[in-house]
């Protein structure tokens, strides 16, 4: 059993079942829930008691609603649109990158531009913009997760170019950093 300490997180990974089919594992949780996760591609699916509380991981409570909002209006994960501004700005609305990225989905000032997004720092607006931005490229790169994160963050021109997530090394760490993002707030909600 492992456990892991981390400044805002505490959880135990539960013991593993051995592997059901080729590129599944299966987790027996506690209360009867199962965790199917196939790897490859990244698609992950939860069965879960019929008392979930919905949660949007680690984002102040002024954002779980817009959040919510958007997320259903365009299909998106909540837990991965939260993870995405956790990593991004911290769910600061005002902050600028080194490179110029803005607000809280640190959307690039053209990109912004290409989505309407008129005030990048207006959280709303920048959140409708960054969802809009993140459902086309799930949607151009058949929601293959890494992939979609690579060109979230590096561009989908340099996804095409590589033939997958590009080289850089800032963009192997975002991918695998909101991977994990992810795979720890499953860990710790269940």
Known sequence: MMICHDRRFSFREPPAVPE???GFTRHLLGLGVLLLTMIPGYMASRATGAHEIPHVINAPARFHSQIKNVATRYGVSEDLIAA???IESQFNPRAVS???ALGLMQLMPATAASLGVGNPFDARENLEGGVRHLR??????????????AAYNAGEQAVIDHGGIPPYRETRQYVTRILRRLDRDAAKDL
Do not use: E, K
């Open 98 to 100: 080194r490179r110029g």
């Open 84 to 86: 995405i501004i956790d």
């Open 20 to 22: 059901v089919a080729s």
């Open 136 to 149: 086309s490229l799930m949607d151009r790169f058949d929601n293959d997760l890494p992939l979609v994160l």
